[in-house]
Structure formats: C-alpha cells, structure tokens
C-alpha cells in the first residue's frame, strides 16, 4: 500500500491563483481530513469528509473548497489564493470507526503565496 | 482559547534522562486524547493512544487526568532518536474533529 499521498510538495503561487491539492488514499478509508500547519499555530483542521459525497468545514475552511466523489480521492481547492494561505498543508485518512482510530498522514504540500 | 494547549518548550535534556510533557484541553467532553510524532518537516505520525487507567509502550508513560483535564506523556532513558516535536491530539464528543496543540519540541542532546 501507498497509504496517503499527496501533490504536489511544493508550490508557489502568485496572489489570486487559484490551484488545486491532490491526495489520495488506497487503504478504504471512510473519514478524510485536510490541514494546514502554521509555526506557533499546530495543525489546525480545514474541512474533512466521513464518506464519498460528505463533507464538513473545519477550524479555518475560509478560501478552500473540497469534494469527495470516491472513497480515494479528497481534492483541496484553493479559490483565490492569498499570501495568508502560505503554509504546509497535510491531508490525512482515518480507517473504520471514524476518527477514534489512528490517522495517517500524507508527506505534506509546501504552498508559498507571493 | 485554544482547545489544546502545549508548552512548546524546546526541552533540551540529556540521553538517558527522563522527562515529561503535560497537555491541557479545554472541552470536558473531550472523548479520545493521543499523543503523536512530528520529525522536522515531515507528517505527524501516531506515537500511542491515552487510554483513561494510563498506559506504557516501551520507555513511554501516557497519562489521562479528566478532573484536571490534562494529558500527559513520559518519556524515559531518552535516546537521541527522541529527538522530534510531541503533538497531543484531543478528539471532542461530535467524534468528527481532530484538535491539535502546537507541539512540544524535544531536543536529547548526548
């Protein structure tokens, strides 16, 4: 298995771009999550999906956009990207049992917004 | 006010010393608590779940405190591979959201 893979690993836009963030999953796993880890901030929750065509927002869901059309696949859109967007964003998926269980994480996209 | 909350150190201590890391959260209704593992600039991986009764792995101690609502990790005899930032990781009662502190960043120094 690949577990959680994401891309690209770098990015860099330039203000009002829009791009989109890919991850995927091979472990049939129900609940996905995306985050954005800022210094000083942790790793703060943007939107998350317990299923295909189920999504929810998160903590900072402001300026993205996610869809869930198969169980494997969580996209993150970023509509007009700004510099505040500059961050390392993670997707994760957790197995059966929704979040109680173990999330695996993705390498992580480094995103800079000029 | 943050749901969770570290103290971000750095803790720089020497091999083979023991040392411990405390968590607060803010929501008692908080339902699962897990300590994970963050190499520098890498993804979080799981370290070990904070059960209520405590829990050990190895050199590992976690510890759950509901009435003062903090969770705690230990960690003995460390080893220079422990080098790494300690994020704990508090699941509320919906069940469907993650909440992460800022990490605690440990430095073993030989």
């Known amino acids: 298995n690949a577990g959680v893979t994401q891309t690209p690993k770098f990015q860099v836009l330039k203000t009002g771009q829009s791009m989109t963030l890919q991850c995927a999953q091979d472990m049939n796993h129900e609940y996905m999550s995306w985050y954005r880890q800022d210094p000083g901030m942790g790793l703060r929750l943007i939107h998350y999906?317990?299923?295909?065509?189920?999504?929810d927002q998160g903590e900072v869901p402001n300026g993205y956009n996610v869809s869930r059309s198969t169980t494997e696949d969580f996209p993150l859109r970023l509509l007009s990207a700004a510099p505040s967007q500059t961050s390392v964003y993670f997707c994760?998926?957790?197995?059966?049992?929704?979040?109680?269980?173990?999330?695996?994480f993705g390498p992580g996209t480094r995103l800079t917004v000029t | 006010r943050k749901e969770v909350e570290q103290d971000p150190g750095p803790f720089n201590v020497p091999e083979g010393a023991t040392v411990a890391f405390n968590c607060t959260y803010s929501n008692s209704a908080s339902q699962s608590f897990f300590w994970y593992r963050q190499d520098c600039r890498k993804e979080p991986k799981l370290l070990m779940s904070v059960y209520s009764s405590g829990n050990e792995d190895g050199r590992f101690t976690a510890q759950l405190n509901r009435a003062s609502q903090y969770i705690s990790l230990l960690i003995r005899d460390s080893k220079l591979s422990d080098s790494a930032t300690y994020l704990c990781?508090?699941?509320?009662?919906?069940?469907?959201?993650?909440?992460f502190g800022t990490g605690t960043s440990l430095t073993v120094i030989p």
């Open positions: 994760a998926s957790t197995g059966a049992g929704g979040p109680n269980y173990e999330q695996y």
């Open positions: 999906s317990v299923g295909a065509g189920i999504t």
């Open positions: 990781v508090v699941i509320m009662n919906t069940g469907n959201q993650f909440y």
